[in-house]
């Protein structure tokens, strides 16, 4: 059992960026703004170097580098995996220059001399301490444009950065070291590829300089980024407040990290669960209702998720089940009544061919009947059941099958789990509260098919993994038990251990307790 940790105050009702694969499947308009990054449509003319974007937009650039804007601007070097910021999110660096406290624009730096070294790590010294930014290489001053940035074609004699240069040149002048990412994008208006430095946050101690270079850096010194903006020394007690606040806060989380590794346990990442026999047969009757639905279709229909599927079932332990189905019907209602994806779990849909059904005493619904509909695919063709002592089971089809560039049957993305497996345990939770007692145990099992010869990688274009890592299992089940109340306030410590013998089963590949944390935070934003 999962023991309580603190609750998180609940997140604030607006909306924030679907995940890539919801999307495409709930098919709202993007909006005004573009994923995280929330810069205006249209965007707003550059009015040169030292112009400041709006107070609402310049702090939504920054919250991309703090601590829960890990997945987009760090670089995250956990066993060789990497993820990075999309083309789409450098591009817009290129087409609407501002810097910021957490982006900063250069030229073109020879990195074999010591000035273009000290240059270099001197604004990675400053954002490191800021929480971590991007530095463009290649984008300069146009006087003729009232001082615009402008795209710079990179100088003959300059070869194109390497990782290992980068890196030697900010090691040689950072006193802690910290590795910082590279990636590159093509300019939309110039033609010309512009190089990025990833420099990511998070250090618990302040980053200073091991040694100077006349002109450019002092030795022995600490920087920060300052309005302007510009990269100095501290002199204020406010500006030294920042810094050791960003170290403090670091430090917090490493030391929760702990606490959460020893409250879960390191040693037994799979929680011991024992589903008793009437649940075993809730779900053994569920998936034969299925094959008996599904039976009469052709082999490679969608609805009969011939790639691969997951199940998710749930128990009540112990509580009183609900007088009849009209009062199941009910509590199912309510717990859907928060929805943090346009597609979530145990979905009711109104049109008759679709809607949930009184069945052999339970309410049933399966969504994939051949009817007009746009998106009748796997993903969409789920069959779910809810019985009334608190049992409920879930099937569906893989995201990643339903997505035009990607080969169905090849790809698990490495965030859909979390997201997807995230939302059914509180939704699960907020069913529970509706019995007696409120705060039962629940049960949680999971069954994922159709993994062989899958790759762990991302449906985000950008998004990518070094090293492929391929799936030689068919299936894996996982399970968990925590009460209704831990299940909604402490869901990255379920969520973590419960999930990571799946993705083990890729090549041993560790699922970074950073990025639940981060997709949850991301997930639970969500409001429709």
Known sequence: MVRRLAAKPRAARFRTPLHPIDRRAFRRPS???CRAWSIPAPPAPNHGRKAQRSCESSASANSLVDHGGLRYLHSWDVASESLMPTEQELRLLLEIPSETLSVEYKSWLALSDN???????KAAIAIANEGGGIIVLGMREDTTEGGALSSQRRPAGLSRYSLDEINAAISRYAEPSFHCGLMFAIHPGSGQEHAFVIVPGGTTVPVMSRRGCEGVIAAQRCYVRKPGPRSEEPFTAEEWRGVMERCLNARRENMLDAIRLIVQGRGTPVPQVDPDQPFNDFRARARERWNTIVADLPAQDPARMPL???ELSFELVGV?????????RSRLEEARRIKHTGWG???????QALQPRAVDGQIEAWLGPDVDRFNRDSAHSDFWRAAPAGLLYLRRGYDEDSVERIQPGTL???????????EAMLFASRFAQQFQPENSEIVVTCRYTGLQARRLGAVEPGRYFSVDRICHDSEVDLAARATATEMNDNLVEILHPMLAPLYERFEFFELPLALVRTETERMRQNRF
């Open 115 to 121: 000035a273009g070294r000290a240059n270099l790590a």
């Open 345 to 351: 779990p145990f979905v009711a849909l109104n049109r």
């Open 412 to 422: 698990l993305d490495v965030t859909m789990p979390i997201w997807r497996v995230g």
């Open 31 to 33: 909006g005004p703004t």
């Open 308 to 310: 691969g599927n997951y």
């Open 320 to 328: 009183v089940p609900a007088q009849g189905l009209a009062q199941l």
